[in-house]
C-alpha cells in the first residue's frame, strides 16, 4: 500500500470527489474529466480501470434507484449495443499503443465538450434499430478509448417526449452499464494490476461521497447554469491532453 501512497493518488482522489459530484449533480461528465485528468497521472489503461470501477461503485445507488424509471423498450437494445461494441472495442484498447489511445481519449472528450456546449439535440424517432445503433456507438467509443459516452447520451435523449427523472435515468443506466463491462472486461483480461486497485481502493471512498455531495446540491441548486462551465471544462481538459501527448510525441 506504502508504494501507491504519494502526490498523485491525492490529487485523484479530489478528482474522483469533484467528478463523481458533477456526475451525481448534472447526470453526466464526470467520468469524461477523470479519464483524461487520471491518463496524465497513471497512464490510458490504469486511468480507465480506476475511473470506471469508481463510476460504477459511485453511480449504483443513483442508478438503482431510477430503474423504475427506465422504459426498457428503448434501453434493452441499447444495453444489448453497448455490450457488443464495448467488448470489441476493448480488444483494441488492449493491443494498441498508449500514445495513440492518449491522443484518442483528448480527442473523444473535446468532442464530447464541443457537443454539449451546442447543445445538439436529437428529435427524429426511436425505434429498435436506431436504438442498438446508439448503443454500439457508446459501447464503441467506450470500449476503444475508454470515454464514456454520456455527450451521445444527452442528445439523443435530451429531446425525447419523456419526463426530466426519465431522461436522467435513460443517460445514467448507459454509462453505468458501459463503465460496469469496461471494468469486468478489463479485470478478466488481466489488464489491471495489484497497485491499480490499492489506488482505486484509496480513491473509491472520495468517489462515493462526491457522489452524495452531487446529490446534495441536485435537490437544493438549479443545473441550468452549471452546465456551460462543464462544458467548457472539458474543452479545456481534451485540448490540454492532445497538446501534452504533442509535445511528448515531438521530444
Known sequence: MLEVLDISLFIAVLIALLSSSLTAYIGFGGAL??????????????????????????????VFKLLGEIDWTEILPLSIGIVIANFIGI?????????????????????????????????????IGKNFAVGATCGGIMGAFGVPSGPVLVVYFLAAPISQVKQRAHILFPIWL?????????IAKGQVETETFLRTSVIVPGSLFGAWLGL??????PVTWFKSIANWILIAIGISLLINQLNLATF
Open 33 to 62: 474529466i477523470m479519464v483524461p485528468l487520471y491518463t496524465l497521472l497513471f497512464g490510458p489503461i490504469e486511468a480507465i480501470a480506476i475511473t470506471t470501477i469508481c463510476s460504477v461503485l459511485g453511480l449504483s445507488y443513483i
Open 216 to 221: 446534495y446540491i441536485f435537490k437544493k441548486a
Open 91 to 127: 480488444q483494441f484498447l488492449t493491443s494498441t499503443d498508449a500514445s495513440i489511445i492518449t491522443l484518442g481519449i483528448g480527442t473523444c472528450v473535446s468532442i464530447a465538450g464541443l457537443t454539449l456546449m451546442f447543445d445538439f439535440k436529437y428529435c427524429g424517432d426511436r425505434g
Open 178 to 186: 458501459m463503465c460496469l463491462v469496461t471494468a469486468a472486461t478489463l
